[in-house]
């Protein structure tokens, strides 16, 4: 049941990205990009981030790892870095629910997050790179309760 959720969660952000994809140009995009859809790097997650206008994203992360999955969706507001092309910085306010195996406690829990980042699209290729910090704070879970600093990583997205 719970990848069947996770995979609607999915499924549903890309359809959003592919239909809005076409109105690229309802908005001046300075991002260069409005979807992208790839993974990340620690833990493993897919991600799929969606510009909803020049300075704000919507980004979606499903993780998978030893302990279990968690979903995460992070509001993120990006500012041009005026010295190098494609690059911006991010940051901004989110929430998570993670679903653990009985090896690690089981359980539900959820959690509020927070995100700070750099953004680079390649220029001239079809490719979004980033990295970021990624602290939260988890209530629910015998083993991970409270605040956890060490989530966050690398990210390699194909754009739409």
């Known amino acids: 049941m719970k990848k069947l959720v996770l995979l609607g ?12 994809a076409q109105n690229r140009t309802s908005f001046n995009s300075t991002s ?19 510009f909803t206008n020049d300075n704000t994203a919507l980004e979606g992360l499903g993780y ?9 969706g992070l509001y993120e507001i990006h500012g041009d870095i005026n010295a190098a092309d494609g690059l911006k910085w991010y940051m901004g ?13 089981g359980g539900t829990s959820i959690g509020v997050d927070g995100v700070l980042g ?8 079809p490719i979004n790179l980033s990295v970021d910090w990624q602290p939260s704070f988890e209530f629910g879970s015998k083993d991970e309760n409270g605040f956890i600093g060490n989530w966050g ?3 390699v997205r194909y754009t739409l």
């Open 93 to 105: 306010p989110g929430a998570h629910v993670g679903f653990y195996g009985s090896k690690y406690g």
């Open 32 to 50: 260069s990009y409005t979807t992208a859809v790839g993974v990340k790097f620690y833990p493993g997650a897919i991600s799929v981030k969606h």
């Open 9 to 20: 969660f999915v499924v549903l952000l890309i359809s959003l990205g592919v239909a809005t």
């Open 64 to 72: 998978f790892w030893n302990k279990g999955v968690r979903i995460t």
């Open 153 to 155: 990583g690398f990210s």
């Open 118 to 125: 750099l953004d680079y699209k390649i220029v001239g290729a």
